[in-house]
Nanobody, 117 residues
Framework: QVQLAESGGGLAQAGGSLRLSCAAS????????MNWYRQAPGKQRELVAG???????NYVDSVKGRFTVSRDNVKNTVYLQMNTLKPEDTAVYYC???????????WGQGTQVTVSS
């Protein structure tokens, strides 16, 4: 079964940095799109960043220039480097795999990121 294990969340001050990691197992990671979503209280879950098997990336406008998504296909891990954090980045961050095999969308349990002003 596909498992996604996030780590790296926590508390940061505005202007600070955090790095999230998501270790994947049970999936053909190297052929899977990997994404980071977030959900703030009272808001819908939104796509923050994504990375294709070939390394192409995309970002929501609000994080462009501040966040960087990357992947290590040897370690089956995707990362989200978050710099210049803002209070509005506070949310639960979820790792998502649009898995090549087994086919389907899979989610991690989420990790809380809290940014204080």
């Amino acid at each position: 079964q596909v498992q996604l294990a996030e780590s790296g969340g926590g508390l940061a001050q505005a202007g600070g940095s955090l790095r999230l990691s998501c270790a994947a197992s049970g999936t053909v990671f190297v052929l899977s799109d990997m994404n980071w979503y977030r959900q703030a209280p009272g808001k819908q879950r939104e796509l923050v960043a994504g990375i294709t098997p070939g390394g192409s990336t995309n970002y929501v406008d609000s994080v462009k220039g501040r966040f960087t998504v990357s992947r290590d296909n040897v370690k089956n891990t995707v990362y989200l480097q978050m710099n210049t954090l803002k209070p509005e980045d506070t949310a639960v961050y979820y790792c998502n795999s649009h898995s090549f095999w087994p086919r389907g969308d899979y989610w991690g349990q989420g990790t809380q990121v809290t940014v204080s002003s």
